[in-house]
């Protein structure tokens, strides 16, 4: 099993940045893939970066490309997500998903079975 604490969320004004943590429990850190998602309100559950176990490779939706960068420390068993250059269209429930199972790119959300409660980012005008 394993367990996902998003936390770093806020209210910030547009241009700002933020810098958003996920601390995971269990022994399978090092060998999951690693997902941020979003969620706006009235909005499907979007895709927004991943980092992958092996190699550690990135990937990005194309609307945070260039703003958003995802990192992991596996010493820590965390997966960060800066968020630089801040929009009010960015404001939304952020998630971080695992699992050890998923398939290049890694992009959509039905492949990751773990899933933490979310932190808010509201950005402001």
């Known amino acids: 099993q394993v367990r996902l604490v998003e936390s770093g969320g806020g209210l910030v004004q547009a241009g700002g940045s933020l810098k958003l943590s996920c601390a995971a429990s269990?022994?399978?850190?090092?060998?999951?893939?690693m997902g941020w998602f979003r969620q706006a309100p009235g909005m499907e559950r979007e895709f927004v970066a991943v980092?992958?176990?092996?190699?550690?490779?990135?990937d990005y939706g194309d609307s945070v490309k260039g703003r958003f960068t995802i990192s992991r420390d596996n010493a820590k068993n965390t997966v960060y997500l800066q968020i630089n250059s801040l929009k009010p269209e960015d404001t939304a429930v952020y998630y971080c998903?695992?699992?050890?199972?998923?398939?290049?790119?890694?992009?959509?959300?039905?492949?990751?079975?773990?899933w933490g409660q979310g932190t808010q980012v509201t950005v402001s005008s």
């Open positions: 998903a695992a699992d050890t199972h998923v398939l290049y790119p890694g992009t959509s959300r039905s492949e990751y079975a773990y």
């Open positions: 269990g022994r399978t850190f090092s060998s999951s893939t």
């Open positions: 980092i992958r176990w092996s190699g550690g490779s990135t």
